[in-house]
């Protein structure tokens, strides 16, 4: 038994020495083993270039074996091979092709022979260790940081998202990997990393500038994915906001909102807005955290806001951020430029009504950087020959500083002024109006070790309104101080906690009379002090692949102090106490609990739905009775004895869906929002020196729901969206309308919008866009009666009626002169709004007569039987404007 053992063992070797007696034969199996071993390499080296978009799995290895020779070998339990996917090559090995494709896919493969045997990933043992992965994305020519930028595991859904300062931070088990950084408008950059220990990596990006058109609301697949439940909330880019038809040679922020779903502007002439059955002042607008309170210059011909000042511009309609602040409806919050970290840059637009100039730089090369902007109007040549007396101009002033200490630590500095003034000076007949806006805010960024990042703020806010006539202003103001500090920690990709204490103080002046030398004929009305103090926490988690959810709270503390003069006021609204509040005595105080909710479901890589709750609460209100477009007398309140925080409930769900193909997005929301302590007024209200105001408040609720609907294309020559709003907004005000429900002057039910752009060439850009909407509700008198011998209308219902529909056109054709790789660049834009001329109502009247001339006037002292007739005001018709842009 043994012998024949060894025989087995030692027979290969006996075969081998008889062939070393036939060397010939030898020879050739030598060569064949050589060409083998050599084929296979050889096979290895080879390029292979595949580009396939939304392809299955097996189409890719069918590709990869036709150009290299390798077959495929998996069980299918390990690997779904209809699956689609898009996978790009030009010009790798095998190798490297190989590589790619198994992490795209998530799983190892082996290569024996002329087989590539793929296998599941070997899992991290549990309490394996982990590393963490941190950094600041920034763009490559300027420096600026770039937040919202995705940061990606490649082949996975693994990633996060870079925070409003552009720093990142995730956390993985040991290993290589492969990191995709994407930001909108920007070249995808990969880098391949070995995660062996904390590792801190900033990021570069380049701007595209191949891109033909990226449109004015940014959109990235990889961000949706991304984020794990966020909704309601529309990115603008305002590199972009240029392509849009101006309105005097001016893209305003505002104007442009109306081409958004769920958000209505007030009418031609106006910055007012309501989103989502809200008033005009439940919007929070936001420049770096500070407040602004009068988004409007020139009563809302233009905006306080210029799109080239701003770094990203964020508008939240639902679910909106825990640690930015208390309004009902609206967030609207502009980050601004940090200023050009490696050159210097001078930017200017000049047309006929206004001119803008700009500067940026380093102060010390990729350390600290600064920018300034320069806003001035150019109206004196349309009045100087009817009113050489008159003083009409609007400026504003943008500045910041960044400075950045070490690679833990950066300040921000940055102040904003903006100032009205159309006054008539002469000297015997003195009048007009005056406001000006002014904020400032200072930033603290560090970074505790990887995965902490804070933020401190100091910023502060302030509001003047003035109305003059001789001598005497009578002025309103509203101001605010702020310190907040939040943290943000990075547990793990799919884990984010963000917690803060903002602590606030804020003053009103309701208006009061200066400058009068006898103040016993004038009543004195009392200032007003508050402060408020919140606390926030949320929570942000990925529960499955297809599951996210984030969960939240807001505490605030509002808090009512003196020196100031409460009112009491009984049922009949007759004042029934007098209550003298001492300085610094605290008189009243809300605390109110906001609990926020959102969760997302993913259907699959193109698509998701999305369901949001919460709770807000808003404790200053502005009180304005009337129906204008123009800045009128604006008087801003603190919630206090006699007007209780105005909250609101809104439930929201969404839908979002890609079409890869066709470059297309579609969003779809649905929402109710029940609103409780809504303020209206007593019939001909008294607002002005009025120190029993809150006396001729009426207080109620109100509900609002509707839906929406966006479908916008982000890519190629064309690019654009059109969008849909159906939407009410009822309320019901105790001793108003005989308590029955109305709608209120905002309540538009239908509004459509679409807006488009087309690069002819890579040098000329046309745009266009369209707006229609149901007229806003107005109280239109139901009959008429004789009285002796006047015409009187006889009122009905409240806001019964409503203004025309509203409609417009308006175009823009852009040139850029110079070709794009000089350093001198300047372009053209010539614009019309308003291009068919169509008059669009702002007020509808019915107490004139129509005079032998032709003439309407308001009858005075006329007997007889002259018929009042209705008559329309409207704003504007055809304006057209051109535009000179030029940068260096």
């Given at each position: ?12 070797f006996n075969e ?28 290895l ?6 580009h ?22 998996y ?17 790798k ?12 896919l ?66 993985l ?44 609301i ?34 305003g ?23 989502r ?5 439940q ?7 500070a ?8 009563f ?37 430029k ?45 009045y ?21 200490i ?23 007949d ?13 930033r ?51 884990t ?36 408020k ?139 109710y ?6 303020i ?28 929406e ?27 108003l ?19 488009l ?42 806001n ?81 404007s ?7």
């Amino acid at each position: 038994m043994s012998k024949t053992i060894l025989y087995h063992i030692l027979s290969p070797f006996n075969e081998l020495r008889r062939l070393q007696h036939n060397k010939p034969l030898l020879t050739i199996l030598f060569i064949l083993s050589f060409h083998l071993l050599f084929s296979q390499v050889n096979n290895l080296s080879k390029k292979i270039t595949i580009h396939a978009e939304n392809k299955s799995i097996e189409y890719i290895f069918s590709e990869i074996t036709k150009q290299c020779g390798y077959n495929f070998s998996y069980n299918s339990k390990v690997l779904n091979t209809s699956k689609k996917i898009s996978f790009h090559v030009t010009d790798k090995t095998v190798r490297e092709t190989l590589d790619e494709l198994a992490t795209q896919l998530n799983i190892e493969y082996k290569i024996i022979e002329s087989q590539i045997i793929l296998k599941k990933p070997k899992k991290s043992k549990p309490g394996s260790r982990t590393y963490t992965l941190s950094g600041f994305i920034s763009d490559q020519k300027t420096g600026e940081s770039l937040p919202g930028a995705t940061i990606r595991i490649e082949g996975t859904n693994t990633g996060t998202i870079s925070n409003a300062y552009g720093f990142y931070s995730i956390t993985l088990s040991r290993g290589y990997y492969t990191i995709e950084f994407t930001y909108i408008g920007y070249l995808q950059e990969k880098r391949k990393v070995e995660l062996k220990n904390d590792q801190k990596f900033n990021q570069v990006m380049t701007f595209n500038t191949q891109i033909l058109g990226e449109v004015t609301i940014q959109t990235n697949e990889q961000l949706e994915m991304l984020e794990k439940s966020q909704m309601s909330r529309i990115r603008v880019n305002p590199k972009t906001l240029a392509t849009l038809p101006e309105f005097a040679g001016e893209v305003g922020l505002v104007k442009s909102l109306q081409t958004l779903p769920g958000i209505k502007t007030h009418s031609d002439g106006s910055a007012f807005f309501f989103v989502r059955g809200g008033n005009k002042d439940q919007n929070l607008i936001l420049i770096d955290d500070a407040p602004i309170y009068n988004p409007a210059h020139l009563f809302g011909y233009y905006s306080v806001i210029i799109p080239d000042v701003a770094k990203e511009i964020s508008i939240y309609k639902a679910d909106m951020p825990i640690e930015k602040g208390d309004r009902l409806s609206s967030v609207i919050d502009i980050r601004t430029k940090d200023g050009n970290m490696n050159k210097f840059e001078l930017n200017g637009v000049l047309n006929p009504l206004m001119y803008r100039f700009s500067v940026e730089g380093p102060i010390k090369k990729e350390k600290a950087s600064f920018y300034t902007s320069f806003r001035h109007s150019n109206f004196k040549w349309l009045y100087r020959q009817v009113a050489p007396e008159s003083n009409i101009y609007m400026l504003d002033f943008n500045a910041k500083l960044n400075v950045q200490i070490n690679k833990n630590n950066r300040i921000y500095y940055s102040i904003f002024y903006g100032k009205d003034n159309l006054i008539n000076e002469a000297n015997t007949d003195r009048g007009g109006i005056k406001w000006s806006n002014f904020a400032s805010t200072f930033r603290w960024n560090h970074i505790f070790g990887r995965r902490l990042f804070s933020n401190a703020t100091i910023y502060g806010s302030q509001y003047n309104y003035a109305l003059l006539t001789g001598p005497t202003e009578w002025v309103s103001e509203i101001g605010n101080l702020n310190i907040n500090y939040d943290l943000t920690y990075y547990y793990q990709p799919q884990t984010t906690f963000k917690f803060g204490i903002n602590q606030s103080f804020h003053w009103f002046n309701p208006g009061n009379l200066t400058q009068v030398e006898d103040y016993s004929f004038f009543p004195v009305i009392s200032k007003t002090q508050s402060r408020k103090t919140v606390f926030y926490a949320e929570g942000e988690h990925k529960l499955s692949e297809k599951w996210s959810a984030k969960l939240g709270f807001r505490l605030p503390i509002w808090t009512n102090t003196g020196p100031t003069i409460v009112y009491q006021f009984d049922s009949s609204y007759q004042v029934s106490d007098t209550l003298i509040i001492q300085d610094k005595e605290r008189y009243k105080t809300f605390v109110n609990f906001d609990p926020r909710i959102s969760i997302k479901y993913k259907l699959d890589s193109t698509s998701s739905i999305k369901f949001s709750y919460g709770i807000y609460h808003q404790h200053v209100q502005m009180l304005s009775n009337t129906i204008s477009p123009f800045s009128s007398f604006e008087v801003w309140l603190p919630s206090g004895t006699n007007i209780k925080p105005q909250r609101a409930d809104q439930i929201a769900m969404g839908y979002v869906k890609y079409f890869r193909k066709a470059n297309l997005e579609l969003n779809a929301e649905i929402y109710y929002k029940l609103l409780q302590n809504q303020i209206d007024y007593e019939p001909h209200a008294n607002l002005l020196l009025n120190p029993l105001i809150e006396g001729e408040l009426r207080f109620g609720e109100g509900k609002s729901y509707g839906f929406e609907l966006l479908l916008r294309r982000t890519k190629g020559r064309l690019s654009g969206w059109i969008s849909y709003t159906y939407s009410r907004t009822l309320h019901t005000i105790n001793g108003l309308n005989n308590n029955k429900e109305f709608p209120a002057f905002y309540d538009r039910p239908h509004d459509f919008a679409i807006y488009l752009s087309y690069h002819l060439s890579k040098r000329v850009n046309i745009s266009a866009n369209w707006i229609y909407y149901t007229g806003s509700a107005i109280t239109t008198p139901i009959s008429f009666y004789n009285y002796n011998g006047y015409t009187v209308p006889l009122y009905g219902d409240k806001n019964n009626d409503r203004l025309p529909d509203y409609h417009r056109l308006d175009v823009a054709f852009s040139w850029r002169i110079n070709k794009i790789e000089r350093k001198f660049q300047h372009n053209l834009t010539f614009a019309i709004y308003n291009f068919y001329n169509q008059h669009n109502p702002v007020s509808v009247n019915f107490n004139k007569i129509e005079t032998r001339d032709g003439k309407y006037v308001v009858p005075a002292n006329l007997f007889g039987t002259d018929e009042l007739l209705t008559t329309q005001k409207y704003l504007l018709g055809i304006m057209p404007s051109i535009t000179y842009k030029f940068r260096i």
